[in-house]
C-alpha cells in the first residue's frame, strides 16, 4: 500500500466496527466453556444472548470457497451456537463460537462517537489474549488462524439532500439518468463491489467487499444509505500477529477506498482533515 497517512474525517459516518478472527475448530469446545469464559469477561461484559452461528466463505484467488457443511452427526461436537457478551452500553460487544472470536463497537442508543481503528483494535487483542490462554488452561487445543475480518458500516444520512434516489451524491461513480431519457431517476439501488487485495510481495491475501444499500432510521423512518466494507482474508502467519497484520492491512484498504469511492461532498460534511 502506499506510504502516505490514511484520510481522516472528524466526523465520520460510521456507525460500527467489527474485527474477528475465524480459526480452526476447537472440537472439544462445549457450552459450558462459553459460560466459563463470560465469567473472565463479565465485569465489562455483564449481557449474554445465544445467535445462530456465523459461516463465512474462505476467500480464494478463483473466488471465495462456500463453508463446508458438516455432517450432522458430527454437529454434537462443537457448540452450535454463536454467544454474544455485551457490555453495559451496549456499545462493546465480544462475538463467541467454537471456530471465531470477535469484538464488535457500536453507536448504540448513546450515539456514542467513534474511538478510531487503534482503541478498538487495542480492545480486540486484549479480549483474543485472555481468551487464548482460557483455551490453553481448559486443554481445548490451539488457535491456529485461517482467516480475519473487517467490517465497517457506515449510515450515510441526509445533510445534501441524500435520498435512496439520489446515489451520485454519495459514491463517484454513480450516473444519473440523463433529462430526456426514457427512464425516470432511479427509485433506489444496491451496490455490490470487490476488489482483490494483495500482499506486499503482490500474492493474493484477501478482497474488499463494498456494499451500497437503502434503509430507512428505525426510530424516525428517515432515509439512508448503509455502506457496508468488508474486507476479508489470510492471516500473514498462523498466530496473532500474522492475523493482527492483516487486519490493519484491511484497516487501511477500507479507510482508503471508502475514501476513493465517495465524493468530496460528502468529506466535506464527515469533515475530511486529511
Not at 462459553?34 to 445467535?51: C, I, K, M, S
Not at 457443511?69 to 463460537?97: C, D, H, K, N
Not at 448503509?226 to 492483516?246: C, H, I, K
Request: proline share 8%; hydrophobic share 35%; charged share 25%.
Amino acid at each position: 500500500m502506499a506510504s502516505t497517512p490514511l484520510p481522516e474525517f472528524a466526523r465520520p459516518p460510521v456507525v460500527e466496527v467489527a474485527l474477528s478472527i475465524m480459526f480452526e475448530s476447537l472440537p472439544r469446545f462445549r457450552s459450558a466453556h462459553t459460560g466459563l469464559f463470560w465469567r473472565r469477561v463479565r465485569d465489562r461484559f455483564p449481557n449474554a444472548e445465544d445467535h445462530p452461528v456465523l459461516d463465512a466463505p474462505i476467500e480464494q484467488p478463483s473466488g471465495p470457497t462456500p463453508p463446508v457443511i458438516t455432517p450432522t452427526l458430527q454437529l454434537v461436537s462443537a457448540v452450535p451456537v454463536r454467544a454474544w457478551f455485551t457490555s453495559t452500553s451496549g456499545t462493546e460487544l465480544i462475538q463467541l463460537q467454537h471456530d471465531r472470536f470477535a469484538h464488535n463497537w457500536r453507536t448504540g442508543e448513546t450515539r456514542e462517537s467513534y474511538p478510531r481503528y487503534g482503541t478498538i483494535r487495542d480492545a480486540f487483542v486484549d479480549e483474543y489474549k485472555q481468551f487464548s490462554q482460557f483455551v490453553h488452561e481448559e486443554s481445548l487445543g490451539s488457535l491456529t488462524a485461517r482467516q480475519c475480518e473487517v467490517t465497517y458500516v457506515n449510515h450515510i444520512r441526509d445533510p445534501l439532500g441524500c435520498r435512496h434516489s439520489h446515489i451520485e451524491q454519495v459514491i463517484r461513480s454513480w450516473r444519473p439518468t440523463n433529462n430526456g431519457s426514457f427512464l425516470p431517476r432511479i427509485e433506489d439501488a444496491k451496490i455490490n463491489t470487490r476488489y482483490v487485495i494483495k500482499d506486499s510481495s503482490g500474492g493474493f491475501c484477501g478482497r474488499l467487499l463494498a456494499t451500497l444499500q437503502p434503509a430507512y432510521l428505525r426510530e424516525t423512518s428517515e432515509e439512508i444509505l448503509v455502506f457496508t466494507l468488508v474486507a476479508r482474508g489470510r492471516p500473514l502467519s498462523e498466530q496473532l500477529d500474522g492475523a493482527l497484520q492483516f487486519l490493519d492491512l484491511g484497516h487501511e484498504w477500507i479507510v482508503r477506498a471508502f475514501t476513493e469511492l465517495t465524493t468530496p461532498e460528502m468529506h466535506d460534511t464527515w469533515g475530511r482533515i486529511r
